[in-house]
């Protein structure tokens, strides 16, 4: 090469190439990267950021406390979904369970004694009730006890539906890999949302009646899921019935077949001078869970009965 000849820019001006495999060097001033380079994000979030600048909120189960509940969630649906099956939900809740069975236990009474204390008396002694005071209009008495019946039984509802929402809170809490205390049993951001959703499915069950119980049918196997929307994905009770029925449309055969699961073992349970429930209803409930996060892309915290940070791996197509 002439003395004339121009370096190219992409070869140095002393020296030879670097040898082949060899690292090569940053250009002039250009900081070195540490070794090994950066940590990737787990499930593709954003890398945390440098020193000094504000932090990610943790990942479910992970160390620290776990995102609030009832409010909607940036890196919610990012893990891995898909369908699953009947064995592997009902296995699932039942590791769950035998992992924390005394305050699943403890629950179910308490839903009871709460149910027992405000309907104690059956719907059909309500109907008795206003049938006599409209039999017999001038009869203050009849009136006042049939109303004021169907008022209690109608708080009785509510109060138990609101209960239902705080177990299926504790349930996805179970999945997330936190272990379910009475301490956050209650933590849901929007008890007012929640008795929002409980009126709505009140009144569509009611509707559902009125057409001679095929409504009824249709919103046991589409809605399932309602409460499940309000406290994990924080939509409101319109969002949450509706997504409840577009979610089990879209995967009507496993969501179908674990709803029939679920009767046949809760009406087992029923049998059993009812002390069978007590495993049933928690089992369908941490069931219920693991298919709304396996369905939807939540966290799912790997190993049944593990309670870690650790998220689950769908079994391999």
Known sequence: ??????????????????????????????????????TPPPYGRPTPPSAGGPT?????GGAGEPPAYGGPDPYYGTQPSGPFSVGEALGYGWEKFKA???????????????????????????????????????????????VGGSTLGLIGSLIVSVLQALGINAALREVSGEKAT????????????????????LAAGFVGLLLCGVGL???????????????????????????????????????????????????????????????????SLLALAFAFRRLTGGPVAAGP??????TYAPPAA
């Not at 009475?182 to 951001?189: H, I, R």
């Not at 499940?228 to 179908?256: C, I, K, P």
Request: aromatic letters at 12%; one cysteine or more.
């Open 100 to 146: 924390n069975w005394l305050f699943w236990v403890l629950f179910v009474l308490l839903t009871f004694v709460v149910g027992g204390i405000f309907n104690g008396p059956s719907f059909s002694d309500y109907q008795d009730q206003m049938r006599a005071a409209t039999d017999n209009p001038g009869d203050v008495g009849s009136i006042a006890s049939g």
């Open 182 to 201: 009475w301490g956050t049993l209650f933590k849901v951001n929007s008890y007012g949302m929640i008795i929002l959703a409980a009126l709505l499915l």
């Open 217 to 283: 049918i249709a919103l046991a196997i589409f809605a399932p899921f309602t409460y499940h929307n309000v406290v994990d994905r924080g939509l409101n009770a319109w969002e949450a019935f509706t997504s409840s029925f577009r979610l089990v449309g879209q995967n009507f055969g496993a969501v179908f077949l674990l709803e029939l699961a679920l009767l046949g073992i809760n009406i087992l349970g029923a049998i059993l001078c009812g002390l069978g429930l007590f495993v049933t209803l928690p089992l």
């Open 56 to 60: 990610q909120p943790p990942p479910y």
């Open 1 to 38: 090469m002439s003395e004339n000849t121009p370096h190219s820019p992409y070869e140095p001006n002393q020296g030879g190439p670097p040898p082949s495999g060899g690292p090569t060097q940053p250009p002039s001033g250009a900081p070195t990267p540490p070794p090994g380079g950066p």
């Open 305 to 310: 009965a593990a309670f870690g940070p650790t």
